[in-house]
């Protein structure tokens, strides 16, 4: 008799809530997706994540009036729904004022409607987004805290489940004011044990996401575009950046940028990437590393499986700036830092038309070969293992397909590159400028490198 009792009891109660969805306006809210890392994790289970309070669900305000700003309804649905809730935004939200969202506990996010940034003043966003030091990044707002889950529902049509940085705006300025600080699409900082899924993403002013200070993360399902309707240049597109962080998964997404797939920071340890697509980028990236003077730069620790590469400058990349401080960009100047990169895996790579399919440098950011060979990076790159590359590569440097050059004979050592077959246009064998390299562990041709001053248009 209590069995059916409570039942009746937990009917009556999802058929008010459902009503009151229907009532409102609101559509059904998708339930949490279980994410779970495939096929590598990062070697310990995530923290507990209890569930959510049934029927307590937060519905975010949006302004009447076109072009109002929404951060203060966002921010009051979750601060409602903090601690036990989950906080709906299934309308158009237009975000024009910075957000600090450091608080989050126990909280789910469920994004079914659109969410966009204000660019109707580019130069608001540099005097009033959150910065950050590190190579002069920003952001709109930041996602901190504990027990957090994102998510969206990609079954949904494009414009849905989506969030947007109207980038257009930005990147058009940028071409006449280098110095213009952009905003980052996403940041999360200080999270301990949060997921982000099924989600797209449009357009960032800069990189798409930072993951820093933060550890036990899950980023799966997301669909990531930069795209320009009137073919302007997009500068800085990253998909995810992190930087002081452990413990991170990312998988089982769609990238379309023109800058890093991914690429990890300073300080990013115990990392898997598996099973992205990319088009148009820059490569799975380490670093770039060793930027600011005396400061230690620590990468280990990485698993970079099965992912597939198209229309890249560069797939497995290291980058690493010399041991002397030197000037490479409008915001963007470094060397001289200390540290190591270590235990690096790239395992299943499936090249489509890349410049290169291997990048290892010690000297980024600098053309002049003889600078960076006079003053030698600081970090070491150690126990580094390639394998199982396979697909072709770009005319760009047709026959070339990669290069690995260290700046001095200590520098680099365990480096291993394993069953490599990849083709170039022209049909004839390919090769790769070594340098300082242990080259009886290396399963390809090796070249030595030409005499002219690197391209640093890429770094």
Same mark, same amino acid.
């Given at each position: 008799?209590?069995?059916?009792?409570?039942?009746?009891?937990?009917?009556?109660?999802?058929?008010?809530?459902?009503?009151?969805? /229907?009532?409102?306006?609101?559509?059904?809210?998708?339930?949490?997706?279980?994410?779970? =890392?495939? $096929?590598?994790?990062?070697?310990?289970?995530? $923290?507990?994540?209890?569930?959510?309070?049934?029927?307590?669900?937060?519905?975010?305000?949006?302004?009447?009036?076109?072009?109002?700003?929404?951060?203060?309804? @966002?921010?009051?649905?979750?601060?409602? #729904?903090?601690?036990?809730?989950?906080?709906? /935004?299934?309308?158009?939200?237009?975000?024009?004022?910075?957000?600090?969202?450091?608080?989050?506990?126990?909280?789910?996010?469920?994004?079914?409607?659109?969410?966009?940034?204000?660019?109707?003043?580019?130069?608001? +966003?540099?005097?009033?987004?959150?910065?950050?030091?590190?190579?002069?990044? %920003?952001?709109? +707002?930041?996602?901190?805290?504990?027990? *957090?889950?994102?998510?969206?529902?990609?079954?949904?049509?494009?414009?849905?489940?989506?969030?947007?940085?109207?980038?257009?705006?930005? +990147?058009?300025?940028?071409?006449?004011?280098?110095?213009?600080?952009?905003?980052?699409? /996403?940041?999360?900082?200080?999270?301990?044990?949060?997921?982000?899924?099924?989600?797209?993403?449009?357009?960032? =002013?800069? +990189?798409?996401?930072?993951?820093? &200070?933060?550890?036990?993360?899950?980023?799966?399902?997301?669909?990531?575009?930069?795209?320009?309707?009137?073919?302007?240049?997009?500068?800085?597109s990253d998909g995810w950046d992190t930087y002081r962080s452990e413990h991170?998964?990312?998988?089982?997404?769609? @990238?379309?940028?023109t800058d890093d797939c991914v690429s990890f920071k300073p300080n990013s340890?115990?990392?898997?990437?598996?099973?992205?697509? #990319?088009?148009?980028?820059?490569?799975?990236?380490?670093?770039?590393?060793?930027?600011?003077?005396?400061?230690?730069?620590?990468?280990?620790?990485?698993?970079?499986? &099965?992912?597939?590469?198209?229309?890249?400058?560069? /797939?497995?990349r290291i980058k690493v700036w010399p041991g002397i401080e030197t000037d490479?960009?409008?915001?963007?100047?470094?060397?001289?830092?200390?540290? !190591?990169?270590?235990?690096?895996?790239?395992?299943?790579?499936?090249?489509?038309?890349?410049?290169?399919? @291997?990048? @290892?440098?010690?000297?980024?950011?600098?053309?002049?070969?003889?600078?960076?060979?006079? !003053?030698?990076?600081?970090?070491?790159?150690?126990?580094?293992?390639?394998?199982?590359?396979?697909?072709?590569?770009?005319?760009?440097?047709?026959?070339?397909?990669?290069?690995?050059?260290? %700046?001095?004979?200590?520098?680099?050592?365990?480096?291993?590159?394993?069953?490599?077959?990849?083709?170039?246009?022209?049909?004839?064998? $390919? *090769?790769?400028?070594?340098?300082?390299?242990?080259?009886?562990?290396?399963?390809?041709? #090796?070249?030595?490198?030409?005499?002219?001053?690197?391209?640093?248009?890429?770094?």
């Amino acid at each position: 008799m209590r069995m059916r009792i409570n039942f009746v009891i937990f009917l009556v109660t999802a058929l008010v809530h459902l009503s009151e969805a /229907f009532a409102t306006g609101h559509t059904k809210v998708p339930s949490r997706p279980n994410i779970v =890392p495939s $096929p590598y994790n990062t070697g310990r289970a995530m $923290p507990p994540s209890p569930p959510r309070d049934k029927g307590r669900y937060c519905y975010a305000k949006q302004e009447s009036q076109k072009d109002s700003d929404d951060a203060p309804h @966002i921010l009051q649905a979750l601060k409602e #729904c903090n601690n036990g809730g989950t906080a709906v /935004f299934d309308g158009s939200y237009l975000i024009g004022s910075p957000l600090d969202l450091g608080f989050l506990k126990h909280i789910d996010i469920v994004i079914t409607g659109a969410i966009a940034f204000d660019d109707s003043d580019v130069y608001y +966003w540099q005097k009033n987004s959150f910065k950050y030091t590190f190579q002069n990044q %920003s952001t709109f +707002w930041k996602f901190g805290g504990e027990d *957090v889950h994102i998510y969206g529902d990609l079954t949904l049509e494009e414009g849905k489940s989506v969030i947007d940085g109207r980038g257009e705006a930005y +990147w058009q300025a940028v071409q006449t004011d280098t110095a213009l600080l952009r905003p980052m699409l /996403f940041a999360m900082d200080g999270m301990k044990g949060a997921t982000m899924s099924n989600l797209r993403m449009r357009n960032p =002013p800069n +990189w798409f996401n930072l993951i820093a &200070n933060s550890s036990d993360i899950i980023i799966s399902n997301m669909d990531l575009r930069a795209e320009s309707l009137n073919g302007t240049k997009i500068p800085n597109s990253d998909g995810w950046d992190t930087y002081r962080s452990e413990h991170v998964v990312i998988q089982d997404s769609c @990238i379309h940028n023109t800058d890093d797939c991914v690429s990890f920071k300073p300080n990013s340890t115990d990392i898997v990437i598996q099973n992205l697509e #990319c088009v148009g980028s820059h490569g799975i990236s380490v670093g770039s590393i060793g930027q600011y003077p005396n400061e230690t730069d620590i990468v280990e620790n990485l698993y970079i499986y &099965n992912i597939s590469m198209t229309n890249a400058s560069d /797939f497995a990349r290291i980058k690493v700036w010399p041991g002397i401080e030197t000037d490479f960009q409008t915001h963007l100047a470094g060397g001289g830092g200390i540290g !190591y990169v270590r235990n690096v895996t790239y395992d299943l790579l499936h090249s489509i038309n890349n410049d290169r399919v @291997i990048t @290892i440098t010690q000297c980024y950011g600098q053309s002049n070969e003889t600078l960076c060979n006079e !003053y030698p990076a600081n970090l070491t790159i150690e126990d580094v293992t390639m394998k199982n590359i396979y697909g072709t590569t770009s005319a760009a440097l047709d026959p070339e397909a990669g290069t690995l050059v260290c %700046s001095a004979p200590d520098r680099c050592h365990n480096i291993r590159v394993e069953n490599i077959t990849v083709a170039v246009p022209s049909g004839r064998p $390919p *090769v790769y400028e070594c340098r300082n390299m242990e080259n009886d562990l290396l399963q390809l041709t #090796c070249v030595a490198e030409t005499e002219e001053d690197r391209d640093t248009s890429q770094g």
